[in-house]
């Protein structure tokens, strides 16, 4: 019984990341449409358009190869895995120990290793410009994304996300210089990977701003469907990261009881919320970057990442 | 018998082998009679030293009256030496399969398969080797058999000055290795490595000896700066000879520093720990940057060794360190996370150098700017060559992202470490390892998608044919590796323990018993992670994704030409290449690390001449250190020159003042 309680804990997670994404989505894109004086669409519009995109008949090139047909799956199951064993409502889940954060990092560059391959597969420049760039992106965010995770591990002395935020919800932590820095990177690098503004722009498509959408340009249907839910459970992936890193408070940490369940999921979502009405605001704040321009701003994330190592080195107090 | 006899046997074989090829090689069945006999033979190694790691046997001794009067030939099969014979005669094997059906197309199998053979011998022996005498006869043995081999396509401008480079290079890491050794005689009196491991060495002789062992063996493995002959040597070889050297002679080299520096000389301080992964660090980040420059296909495989060897010599700086701190528990930590990714990188750098020669057969091409589209006529060969691509990115579930994760477990002890000066350097590696394996997907994301995918950029890759059947089964067993590897390191780590308890002195927990199969490297509330349940997650989510698509959506599908944005070009030139696949990176790491000079010369409007782009990359070792060394022997020399034509008179001169300034120097040394 044990088990299967145990199991079913963990199922609801990863099914829950699945089920709120596009809603999560939804909002920030509702909250975006307010700020830019325009009535938005519909909350729940992405789960129509991902309803609309599966039932419609994916268009593939003649030359297209199993790569790219099977590219979206592998991207969705990747994001998916990497999301569903991040402690969102409550820590030490069944299979939370299958995965440290250094792995989760590692799934997600799968994802987008896969991706920028289907985007080089047909042989359009559109494509080979997308994969290209965002594998310069990822180059210059996935060291910054190690280091934050280095100096996290460093002050909870472990790499497993549900250690760290048991230990971060429970022992008195406190506001640290390098847990600052860390979060600063976080953000940046977040949005970079979640190829938000000022790194690129989801709702472009002028094409020489294009990241991301170049990359996918050639997807329709069911495919571009499962690439659309993929960026939706990276966008979580990222909130609930953050969520669980730096404002670990109401997880369920100890005995999985109803209560400490509902108050963990209250909170989840309560973050979520949160987050997903202050990204569109950081966002219309600032303005997009020119693509030689990334380096800096990536390298900031990077630097403030390196510096908060660097003081867990230096001292335990900071 | 005792297991060193067994091995001996091989390497003594490996040599027969070589002469065979020699006095059979003209004729056509020879090259199926030698790979097959070595194939057969490295099984036998293969059988041997696994089975030697997993019994956890006692070393054995055996000397033979050969080398040096009074002394004998020493040689010990240990578990080291068990751990680096398996990679040996694993490479070996594969490579000898893989040549069955590769190897059939050789134009000149006479300089190609005498020296097959004794380039295997060659490396059986250095592993076996246990006096200073022996070991460094066969690494010489092994250096010039490979050089014949680098060489093989002798007509080839490129491969003969490749050769040059290479000979001088493996001469003077040879020299560094003679003078380390020369000490360690010199401390304990005698060449064997029991008497000189027996020796207690000051500090200073240990400090010198670690230095001299990391010139010389890093020359050998690839050690940015001494790395130059690298990417030279390896591709100008035939294809499966590339993959011995990048998989398997380059760890040779490492072999030959952890004998020194762990096992001989083992009283080491922390700071050669600090300079051996500093290094290794820098050799990382400028390998992968480097390759990703490279548009020659086997170029760039072979500046990714360099990487691979940075990655590493960072696990063995950072378990000296801590073994120099007595903390053997964390050592034991980052030696295993580098002989894993030894094990690795043989496994997937074969891979990728066999997919290399199998595209270089169907094409004849290696350059990447005239490949593409290939997966639609090789398939089999693209599956393989994707999984290597995917392992050596350091991808979970496979292999190549489990050793990467015990080195990231190994920095993040560090904070232990007393020493201010590896306080600072241990984390600034960890950041250059986050960045080399960034950089390394992106590097692999253009090869495979370049060659691979696509369209074709050439008529010879639209018209290539898939491999003979010994080729790919050859891929497919190293794929098949990577995969077990990545979804059960487990057992890899608890064959390793034979190794890090003989050198470090601790072990890792038992991973076989492990709940789970899960890899836990010091507690499981410390950091653990699960290959197998990360492979059946990845496996399940895709296939119930599809499955409710296909299911409750559509499947409906239709071809159609390519969209494009509504601007569809037909001709294959304007998709993106190579060179324009790397042209960010190279924007913004390019300036400062190769000092990238692009001249564009566009016509005016109006003019009709065609617009010209031309980069120029430049590796810094050449540039700062080779360049400046080499016409600095060029000008010597020619001043030199002017000595040879003087007259009687002068030359008589010559000699008395030199006769007078020895004299002088003798008067003085009383």
């Given amino acids: 019984m044990a088990v299967i309680i145990a199991l079913a804990l963990q199922f609801f997670q990863i099914a829950l990341i699945v089920a709120i994404a596009p809603f999560v989505l939804g909002i920030t894109r509702k909250v975006r449409a307010r700020l830019l004086c325009r ?25 297209a190869s199993w790569v790219y047909r099977s590219a979206p799956y592998l991207v969705f199951a990747a994001t998916w895995t990497a999301a569903g064993l991040v402690p969102t409502y409550a820590t030490g889940l069944v299979f939370s120990w299958s995965a440290d954060l250094i792995a989760i990092v590692a799934l997600l560059g799968t994802a987008r290793f896969t991706l920028a391959l289907a985007g080089m597969d047909v042989g359009t420049a559109f494509g080979g410009l997308g994969s290209s760039r ?56 977040g949005i970079a990977e979640n190829a938000r503004i000022p790194i690129d722009n989801p709702a472009t498509h002028l094409e020489l701003t294009m990241v991301h959408e170049a990359m996918v340009l050639e997807y329709s249907g069911r495919h571009l469907a499962m690439i659309e839910a993929a960026a939706a459970v990276k966008l979580v992936l990222y909130f609930s990261l953050i969520a669980c890193l730096f404002f670990p408070f109401g997880i369920a940490t100890g005995d999985k009881t109803a209560a400490a369940i509902a108050i963990g999921v209250g909170s989840f979502l309560c973050k979520m919320l949160v987050l997903a009405v202050s990204l569109p605001i950081a966002e219309t704040s600032v303005a997009k970057m020119r693509v030689f321009r990334y380096p800096a701003f990536l390298g900031g994330a990077f630097a403030a990442a390196a510096l908060a190592v660097f003081l867990r080195f230096v001292s335990r107090g900071f | 018998m005792p297991d060193v006899t067994i091995g001996l046997g091989c390497a003594a074989g490996f040599l027969v082998i070589g002469a065979t090829g020699a ?15 070595s194939l057969a033979l490295s099984l036998i190694a293969l059988g041997l030293a696994l089975s030697f790691l997993l019994r956890h046997a006692e070393a054995s001794t055996v000397i033979l009256p050969l080398g040096l009067p009074g002394t004998g030939a020493h040689f010990r099969l240990d578990a080291l030496s068990a751990f680096f014979l398996l990679v040996v005669s694993l490479g070996g094997a594969t490579t000898s399969l893989y040549a069955l059906g590769y190897g059939q197309s050789e134009r000149a199998p006479l300089r190609v398969l005498p020296y097959y053979g004794a380039f295997l011998g060659g490396m059986t022996l250095v592993v076996l080797a246990a006096d200073a005498y022996s070991v460094l006869v066969a690494g010489e043995f092994m250096s010039l058999a490979s050089w014949a081999l680098v060489v093989a396509h002798y007509r080839d401008p490129a491969a003969v000055r490749a050769g040059y480079v290479y000979l001088v290079m493996a001469s003077f890491g040879t020299l560094c290795l003679l003078l380390a050794f020369g000490l360690l005689a010199h401390a304990s009196g005698e060449y064997t490595f029991a008497a000189m491991r027996a020796t207690k060495l000051g500090p200073e002789v240990a400090v010198a000896v670690a230095a001299l062992a990391l010139v010389g063996a890093g020359s050998k493995a690839g050690v940015v700066p001494l790395h130059a002959w690298l990417p030279l040597a390896h591709p100008a070889a035939p294809s499966h000879i590339s993959a011995l050297l990048s998989g398997v002679m380059t760890k040779v080299g490492v072999y030959g520093f952890v004998r020194i520096v762990f096992d001989v000389a083992a009283d080491q301080s922390p700071w050669s720990g600090l300079v051996a992964l500093t290094l290794g660090g820098v050799t990382a980040v400028l390998g992968v940057l480097y390759a990703l420059m490279q548009h020659d296909l086997k170029r760039l495989l072979a500046y990714h060794t360099v990487e691979n060897i940075g990655i590493i010599f960072i696990g063995l700086g950072l378990a000296l360190a801590f073994r120099a701190n007595g903390q053997d528990g964390v050592a034991a930590l980052a030696l295993t996370a580098a002989l894993f990714h030894v094990f690795n990188h043989a496994v997937f750098k074969s891979l990728l150098f066999f997919g290399a020669g199998a595209v270089l057969t169907a094409t004849g091409q290696r350059d990447m700017e005239r490949l593409g589209g290939l997966i639609h006529v090789m398939p089999k060969t693209a599956v393989v060559f994707l999984i290597g691509c995917a392992s050596i990115s350091a991808l979970p579930p496979l292999n190549g992202f489990v050793s990467e994760w015990l080195t990231f477990q190994a920095i993040l002890l560090s904070p232990q470490l007393p020493q201010w000066g590896l306080k600072f350097a241990v984390p600034a590696t960890g950041a250059l390892l986050a960045l080399a394996a960034a950089l390394a997907a992106a590097c692999f994301v253009k090869a495979f998608g370049v060659v691979f995918l696509s369209r074709p950029r050439s008529p010879e890759a639209a018209a290539a044919r898939e491999v003979d059947r010994f080729s790919l089964s050859a891929m497919f067993v190293l794929a098949a590796l990577c995969v077990l590897a990545g979804i059960l390191p487990g057992f890899v780590i608890d064959w390793l323990s034979p190794v890090t308890s003989a050198l470090t002195g601790a072990v890792l927990p038992h991973q076989a018993s492990m709940p789970w199969l899960s890899i836990v490297p010091i507690a499981e509330s410390r950091s653990s992670y699960n290959g197998l349940i990360i492979f059946l997650f990845l496996t399940a989510s895709g296939l119930f994704g599809a499955a409710v698509i296909h299911k409750f959506a559509t499947r409906a599908t239709r071809r159609s030409a390519i969209w494009d944005c509504g601007f569809p070009l037909d001709s294959p030139v304007t998709q993106y290449t190579s060179s324009s696949f790397a042209m960010p990176i190279r924007r913004v790491f390019g300036a400062a690390v190769f000092g990238v000079i692009e001249r564009v010369d566009m016509p005016l409007p109006g003019e009709m001449r065609a617009g010209h782009f031309q980069v120029r990359v430049r590796d810094p070792a050449w540039r700062f250190i080779y360049g400046p060394l080499a016409r600095s022997v060029a000008r010597s020399a020619q001043w030199l020159n002017r000595m040879q034509f003087l007259t009687v008179r002068s030359y008589l001169t010559l000699v008395f003042l030199a006769l007078i300034g020895l004299l002088l120097v003798v008067a003085a040394w009383r």
């Avoid at chain 1, 789960?47 to 039932?55: A, F, V």
């Avoid at chain 1, 965002?134 to 994304?145: C, G, H, T, V, Y």
């Avoid at chain 2, 006095?23 to 006999?37: E, M, Q």
């Fill in chain 1, 39 to 63: 009535r938005g669409p519909p909350l729940l519009q992405v789960y129509y358009d991902l309803w609309k995109l599966m039932h419609k008949e994916a268009v593939l090139a003649h030359n």
């Fill in chain 1, 134 to 189: 965002e594998m310069m992106i990822a180059s210059l965010a996935e060291p910054a994304m190690l280091l934050i995770a280095f100096t996290v591990a460093l002050i909870a002395g472990t790499t497993q996300l549900s250690a760290i935020a048991t230990v971060f919800v429970t022992a008195e932590t406190g506001l640290r210089v390098s847990l600052g820095l860390a979060l600063l990177g976080l953000i940046v690098v």
């Fill in chain 2, 23 to 37: 006095a059979i090689g003209r004729f056509s069945f020879a090259k199926t009679v030698i790979y097959g006999l």
